[in-house]
């Protein structure tokens, strides 16, 4: 299926972008459009749900990485979660993960504060287990 974003919601006054299907360069463009701030949010994070994500390639990476460094300037973070096991490969290989902030479940994604950015300390937080190389 071709990839596609499905909604683009608050929640718990940041940004949730749902995508869906295989996430390639054909849509990076409207990819990084929608990881960026609601009008409506009241927080600058954002957070992308990947959990109905069968695919993504490197321009995904591009735009997730683009997408985080516009987000930090606003003084937030791009949160990501719901990573398959390909998707989840591709961003262990690419350093995804030193670029945005992986999160182990949807709630944990769309909490008000980011755990690596507030509470509980990085040692209390669950970390999303990526797949071996």
Same mark, same amino acid.
């Given at each position: 299926?071709?990839?596609?974003?499905?909604?683009?919601?608050?929640?718990?006054?940041?940004?949730?972008?749902?995508?869906?299907?295989?996430?390639?360069?054909?849509?990076?463009?409207?990819?990084?459009?929608?990881?960026?701030? &609601?009008?409506?949010?009241?927080?600058p994070?954002?957070?992308?749900d990947?959990?109905?994500?069968?695919?993504?390639? $490197?321009?995904?990476?591009?735009a997730?990485?683009? &997408?985080?460094?516009?987000?930090?300037?606003?003084g937030? $973070?791009?949160?990501?979660?719901?990573?398959?096991?390909?998707?989840?490969?591709?961003a262990?290989?690419?350093?995804?993960?030193?670029?945005?902030?992986?999160?182990?479940?949807?709630?944990?994604?769309?909490?008000?504060?980011?755990?690596?950015?507030?509470?509980?300390?990085?040692?209390?937080?669950?970390?999303?287990?990526?797949?071996?190389?």
């Open positions: 299926m071709r990839g596609r974003v499905v909604t683009r919601t608050t929640v718990n006054g940041l940004t949730l972008v749902a995508l869906a299907g295989e996430l390639d360069l054909s849509v990076a463009a409207a990819l990084r459009a929608a990881l960026c701030r &609601a009008p409506d949010a009241t927080l994070d954002v957070a992308a990947l959990v109905l994500v069968d695919f993504m390639d $490197c321009a995904v990476v591009g997730f990485t683009t &997408a985080a460094r516009s987000v930090r300037a606003e937030g $973070c791009l949160r990501v979660s719901g990573l398959g096991p390909g998707p989840a490969r591709l262990r290989l690419c350093g995804l993960d030193q670029v945005v902030c992986l999160q182990g479940s949807l709630a944990e994604a769309t909490a008000p504060v980011c755990w690596r950015h507030g509470a509980p300390s990085p040692a209390e937080a669950p970390t999303m287990p990526l797949m071996p190389l």
